[in-house]
Structure formats: structure tokens, C-alpha cells
């Protein structure tokens, strides 16, 4: 008699794990997320930065930045508080100096950009859309270590709605707007960035936090007050990405928590169509080379050929 013929077990090299964000087609969903990468170049001694779906790099702002008073980072149990403060050297540095060095290195390069006032965004937007070798533009309207600054942004939907189309009209750049999770309902800002021409969002950013040494009295961070991110936010994350993928027909990049290749499978499964690991490249510089390994394991072990059929597999709601 002859043996069943079996289906075989797709080698985990050729597993697809091609996705389409909006009109971006990514060679793998693993992005850096903004502000733990550096420019991007930083990571250039741990793995080739063409291995990730997408590098983004950190915020850009139209003029120069100190940052925030040290300290700016704080460890707790299972997260990290950073208040940085935005610290970089301006556009116009980016434009003459850096972007030069990271052209034609990533598989797609997104530029984060924050501005003092809407009008600012459109301003950097234009800038970038001239300059060459930027794919897309992740709007940072959820930092929430600017005094004054930034974040008010991000909280109102109406805000949210006219910052983005003016964007939009800027430039024909794919816009990825970052969102806070530090709203009472993050799926009607979600709303508002599409309805103003953006292309998809990104979120997690962290969330608001505080650590303190009761003996002293100092909080751990020079500001107080900071962003968490880490671990301890994943669940919080997760299910903001479900809400949001059902509330809105754009796509959702999953950012929060993320360290391996199962935590990106969980994201994708409740509606993702790509994600960022932040945090985690403090403790694993090469968090996203092997997060590709292991989807490529994980899926081939499933019998799966291709990570899209993750996507919204959800069963929920
Ligand atoms: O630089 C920062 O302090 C910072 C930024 Br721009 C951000 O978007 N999120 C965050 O936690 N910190």
C-alpha cells in the first residue's frame, strides 16, 4: 500500500512574510519603533538594517533639541520610563548630514516628525517629500514628554483631523500617524487621522508614569513625569490595536511591548498588519533579526506559508 501523501511542512525560508501597510508593501512586518533604534545607523553593528519590513527613526524636529533634564530613563519591574525630551539636531541637519548616510540602507525608511504647532508638520513634511530616500512619514503627535508641547496634539480628534490633512497636502508621502494611548478613546482619534488623508496608524506610544524613591523623595526621572513602554504594556496595547482595527479601514502597526516573534503574531492576530519593537532593543540589540527567525520557525512549524494569514485571525467580537 502506499503511504498517505502528506502535505509538506513549508521550510521556514519560505515562508512569505511580505505585507501590504497601506501603500507601502514591506518586505517582512518587523519595524524599529521610533526613538529606541536612534537614527537607524546606530544599529549598523548588531545586524543590516535592510533585514527589517521598515526603520523608523527618531522624531525630527524643525529646530535643534537639547532634550530633558537628566535622568531620562528609569527602570521598574517590567517596563521602562523614559523622559527624553526629543533631543536631535533639527531637519535641516537630518536633511544635509544623516540622510545621506542612511539612503538606499533600509528596505523602507519612515521618518518621525513632531511639531511645536500644526503647521510645523506640514512644513517638515514638505521638506522630506523633496529630499529623496524617505518612504513614508510616522507624525508624531503622542510625545508626552514636551511641556506645552506636542501631545494636546494628539488628544483631540478635531486637532488630530485638520494636523493630518494639512500634511496630506504637503505631501504624497505615505502618512503613518503615532498615537497616545494617554486618551479616554484612542479609536476616535483613529478615526480623525484617517478621515484627515492618513494612510495608517501606529500605536502604542507609552503611557504616562511616575517611579519614586520614598526614601529621598526624588522621582526617577528629571521631569517626574514620563512615558512607559515594555512588557508591562503589552496587554494595554494589544487591545488598543483591537479596538482600533475595528474601528477604522486603515491599517494598524502594533507597537508595545513586543520582544519576539510571538508577541508579533499576537499583534497581527487581533488585526495588525506590521509591528515595531521598541524597548526591547535595550536588552536584545538584534531583537529584530531574531523575531524574523522566529516567525519563519513558528509559521513553518504551523504549516503556514505566508504571515498574512495571521492577519485579523482573531476570534473575537
Ligand atoms: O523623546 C521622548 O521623550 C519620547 C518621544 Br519623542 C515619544 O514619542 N515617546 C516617548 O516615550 N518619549
Known amino acids: ?3 498517505a501523501v502528506e502535505t509538506p511542512v513549508p521550510a521556514a525560508q519560505q515562508v512569505d512574510l511580505s505585507v501590504q501597510v497601506g501603500p507601502l508593501r514591506l ?8 526613538g529606541t533604534a536612534g537614527l537607524g545607523l546606530e544599529m549598523e553593528p548588531f545586524w543590516d538594517l535592510g533585514q527589517a519590513g521598515a526603520v523608523v527613526v527618531k522624531t525630527i524636529t524643525k529646530r535643534p533639541r537639547r532634550g530633558n533634564p537628566m535622568p531620562r530613563l528609569c527602570e521598574t519591574p517590567s517596563g521602562l520610563l523614559n523622559s527624553i525630551g526629543l533631543p536631535n539636531k533639527g531637519i535641516r541637519h537630518f536633511l544635509d548630514v544623516t540622510l545621506p548616510k542612511l539612503r538606499g540602507k533600509a528596505g523602507c525608511l519612515v521618518v518621525n516628525i513632531a511639531g511645536t504647532c500644526t503647521g510645523e508638520f506640514g512644513e517638515l513634511a514638505a521638506l522630506l517629500d523633496g529630499a529623496g530616500g524617505v518612504d513614508a512619514l510616522e507624525l508624531n503627535i503622542s510625545c508626552p514628554n514636551v511641556e506645552g508641547g506636542n501631545l494636546p496634539f494628539g488628544r483631540d480628534p478635531q486637532v488630530v483631523r485638520r494636523l493630518v490633512a494639512d500634511v496630506r497636502a504637503a505631501t504624497r508621502l505615505p502618512i503613518i500617524t503615532k498615537l ?3 486618551v479616554s478613546d484612542i479609536a476616535e482619534i483613529a478615526v480623525a487621522a484617517k ?5 495608517a496608524v501606529s500605536l502604542i506610544n507609552t503611557l504616562l508614569g511616575m517611579s519614586v524613591d520614598w526614601r529621598t523623595g526624588r522621582p526617577g526621572l528629571g521631569t517626574a513625569i514620563g512615558g512607559l513602554s515594555g512588557p508591562a504594556i503589552k496587554p494595554i496595547a494589544l487591545r488598543m490595536c483591537w479596538e482600533v482595527s475595528r474601528s477604522v479601514d486603515i491599517p494598524v502597526i502594533g507597537i508595545g511591548g513586543i520582544r ?3 508577541d508579533v503574531l499576537e499583534f497581527l492576530c487581533v488585526g495588525c498588519s ?3 519593537i521598541g524597548t526591547q532593543h535595550y536588552r536584545v540589540p538584534d531583537a529584530v533579526p531574531r523575531a524574523l527567525a522566529g516567525l519563519r520557525e513558528r509559521l513553518a512549524a504551523e504549516g503556514r506559508r505566508d504571515v498574512r494569514s495571521v492577519i485579523r485571525s482573531v476570534r473575537a467580537g
Open 180 to 182: 497616545s494611548p494617554n
Open 195 to 199: 478621515e484627515g488623508g492618513s494612510d
Open 27 to 34: 518586505a517582512n512586518p518587523v519595524m524599529t519603533a521610533s
Open 260 to 262: 519576539d516573534a510571538d
Open 274 to 276: 506590521a509591528v515595531q
Open 1 to 3: 500500500m502506499k503511504p
